[in-house]
């Protein structure tokens, strides 16, 4: 399963570039799939974030894109009103047009192989994050991380969302999600309960922005996770985070 897949065909004449699609197809066919190099991979998926908080790389796409999240904005004490994915640095045009690629590419048939490749040729830490900016959009989105999860197995995933309804429907659909995949049900509102019965009925973890449970000790150390892997540990049934 060993093919490149050059951004450009080769230079050389019209029997060049018939042989190299020929070859390209044989291989396509043999195999059922195109790899990339590493390097090829992390453009394809338009590069990760590297939150300075994490021990490990994210990955993010636009927040103006969140379905949820949309409908929550104008509403007053919810957590999306207060959302830091849309201020701060996150709204220098230069993060703007990188996270506008990566959500270009998000419906692409070889982004999953693309994503398992970037990831595993790229995180040294055995962790990775998953949209400290942006959230799942359907129920294929959903499906892909999973898939990404499953090809990965020596990488824990953590995936916040407030998606509650398309991760009910995967569940329903497919099951329990990887063991490496956790994922926590972020709450709506400040202060307000994390949404503790839709996760015990899908079997998830949950986080919010209140004072009860296990409290993020990022703010106390320098605002960095340093040794603390709470997020991606699914024992942690809950986690709070200070308001930004
Ligand atoms: S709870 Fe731990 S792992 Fe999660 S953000 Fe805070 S410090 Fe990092």
Known sequence: MILVVAPHPPSGGGIFFIDFFLNL??????????????????????????PSKMPCHGF??????????????????SI?????????????????NALDRRFAKLKDAMWVQAMT???????????????????IQDIDHLDRIVQVAKNLPQIKFWLPSREYS????????????PDNLTTRLSALKIDGPAPTSIAKRLGLTTSGVSKEGFTCPA?????????????????VSNINYKKH
């Open 117 to 135: 490749i970037a990831i595993s040729g790229t995180e040294s830490s055995g962790y990775f994050r998953w949209h400290d900016s942006g959230d």
């Open 25 to 50: 197809w044989n291989i396509y066919s043999m195999n059922n799939t195109i790899t990339f190099t590493v390097k090829q991979a992390v453009e394809f998926i338009g590069g990760f974030s590297k």
């Open 219 to 235: 703010p106390d150390q320098g605002n960095k996770c340093l040794t603390c892997r709470a997020c991606w540990d699914s024992s």
């Open 80 to 96: 999306c009103s207060i959302c830091y994915a849309l201020k701060g640095r996150y709204v220098f045009k230069n993060v703007q």
């Open 166 to 177: 398309i991760l009910s429907q995967w569940k329903k659909e497919n099951g329990d999600f």
């Open 60 to 77: 993010s796409i636009p927040a103006r894109h969140c379905k949820t999240g949309a409908k929550l904005r104008n509403v007053k004490d």
